[in-house]
């Protein structure tokens, strides 16, 4: 039995401390937003925040997540009440298949948390890591610029975004 913190709650998983964060978030705790993509961590499918920054919980063992806060993208808004990161995708209507979507948006959302005025290089290098075969890049830009003017205007700190259910 292992505790896992996801998206401010505590959670007992029956798993080994080997088995992969992917798996645990999938078929224990149904949050499938991440996504399986490769299972090698070179796609970005999978991603996730843990402590603020982006892993991919595809080659995460359970193991290496103790006291740790993971945030999927389930944790960071909802459907009526969405983060800037999720309206900021919408808006720009980022996705095309939508299969690396949720990806981009936590690698993004790790990189806001600490740099709240990224340049476009910044979130290009950020970004990298995670692919997208449907070639919405430019799109993907577009949202995590309007994410970051978001958090700007709304006087929000993007500390905040991810750290509450």
Request: glycine share 8%; with cysteine.
């Amino acid at each position: 039995m292992m505790i896992l913190k996801v998206n401010g709650l505590t959670h007992q998983v029956d798993a080994e401390a080997d088995t992969p964060l992917l798996y645990v978030l999938r078929d224990d705790l149904k949050l499938n937003a991440a996504k399986f993509g490769c299972g090698l961590g070179q796609c970005g499918s999978c991603t996730v925040m843990v402590d603020g920054k982006a892993v991919q919980s595809c080659v995460t063992p359970l193991v290496l997540l103790e006291g740790k806060q993971v945030t999927t993208l389930e944790g960071l808004g909802t459907i009526s009440e969405p983060a800037p990161i999720q309206r900021a995708f919408m808006e720009e209507q980022a996705a095309q298949c939508g299969y690396c979507i949720a990806g981009m948006m936590m690698r993004a959302q790790a990189l806001l948390q600490r740099n709240s005025k990224p340049t476009d290089e910044e979130i290009r290098a950020e970004l990298q890591p995670n692919l997208c075969r449907c070639g919405t890049h430019m799109r993907i830009l577009r949202a995590v610029r309007r994410a970051a003017r978001l958090m700007d205007t709304a006087d929000a700190s993007p500390a905040n975004y991810g750290s509450t259910p």
